[in-house]
């Protein structure tokens, strides 16, 4: 009965999040004009159809999409690893993902002039990014089938990931003010840069994971037993690892590669569905996963958006509260 009403209640957070999304801005928009316009009426001003269909409904989309792909991404490693400070970007997903982009953006000097233009398109470096991730998971993958140990495989990731990031600081040492503002741009991340074609593609990756992750409970309810307790009980451990690193790399790696490296929504998100849920079973900590990562990421968009005039980068919000969170969660419900 409790679950049902966190998910009531849940849910009705995430429709007034949304509408609230569409509704604040630098223009404001009345709650009753923004219904009319997702109802296909005009609005009192024309201005505000083309605001709210191309700017601001496919922002929101997009920001339900990342918080339900990197939230259920850090359930999956959390429960991987059974370690609570687990998350996708230990596998070097982010750092993966960086690299691509800043061998484009950082690596300009060594292009001919006439390339830069073509090669620093958002399609470039969205292909740069999901290489780039594709190129460490693939590393880790090589790894994990010749170890038995879950946290041999968490190490290795850790360290690919700061090997990525000592090529991205070399690169940013020797690239130039207007390459170096660029990758920080990036760095930032940014919910409202999408194409439709993009935000359709980026709906397919998350739909896809998401359904192999259902596809996976019975295994990761197994797993928070033990890999012997799993295998016990007839799962092939080494494959089910396999898949899962393949599944979290697939969503966090995608959110990464199309709207830049997100923090804590990952790690924060999942201590909070076991929090509110008070189950283990991963149905439940998925649907709640999914639920509040889309919340917390629509709330997340609109703070910053509060100057109005001044769009604030997404990423360092998500830190400002998902920091807190872990820390509040650490010494109230010592889930450490």
Not at 45 to 66: D, E, F, G, Q, T
Not at 119 to 128: G, H, I, K
Not at 161 to 175: D, P, R, T
Not at 279 to 307: A, E
Request: proline fraction near 3%; aromatic fraction near 10%; glycine fraction near 10%.
């Amino acid at each position: 009965m409790r679950q049902k009403l966190g998910w009531g209640v849940g849910i009705l957070l995430l429709l007034f999040f949304f509408a609230l999304n569409l509704s604040w801005g630098s223009v404001k928009i009345p709650l009753a004009s923004v219904w009319d316009i997702l109802t296909g009426q005009e609005g009192i001003k024309p201005s505000w159809n083309y605001i709210v269909l191309h700017y601001r409904l496919p922002k929101a989309l997009v920001a339900i999409l990342v918080g339900m792909a990197l939230s259920v991404s850090g359930l999956l490693m959390q429960t991987l690893f059974r370690n609570p400070m687990a998350e996708a970007y230990v596998l070097g997903v982010s750092a993966g993902a960086g690299l691509g982009v800043a061998l484009v953006l950082l690596g300009g000097t060594l292009l001919p002039v006439f390339m830069v233009p073509y090669l620093t398109s958002s399609y470039t470096l969205l292909l740069t990014a999901i290489l780039g991730s594709l190129l460490l998971l693939l590393l880790v993958l090589a790894v994990s089938q010749r170890v038995k140990n879950s946290i041999t495989v968490l190490i290795v990731g850790l360290m690919f990931g700061s090997f990525a990031n000592a090529v991205i600081a070399l690169l940013s040492y020797f690239s130039e003010a207007d390459q170096l503002k660029k990758y920080v741009v990036w760095l930032s991340g940014s919910l409202g840069n999408l194409t439709q074609e993009m935000l359709l593609l980026f709906g397919l990756v998350v739909i896809i994971g998401i359904g192999m992750a259902f596809f996976l409970i019975r295994q990761l309810d197994a797993l928070l037993l033990g890999d012997a307790y799993a295998a016990s009980l007839g799962i092939k451990v080494k494959q089910t690892r396999n898949i899962i690193i393949i599944t979290t790399s697939l969503l966090a790696g995608g959110a990464t590669a199309f709207v830049g490296p997100i923090a804590f929504i990952g790690l924060a998100v999942p201590h909070m569905a076991r929090m509110i849920s008070k189950k283990n079973t991963h149905r439940s900590l998925l649907f709640t996963c999914m639920l509040m990562g889309s919340v917390l990421m629509l709330l997340c968009d609109i703070i910053t958006q509060v100057n109005g005039n001044v769009l604030l980068p997404i990423n360092a919000i998500t830190a400002i509260f998902g920091a807190p969170i872990v820390i509040v969660l650490v010494f109230k419900y010592r889930i450490f």
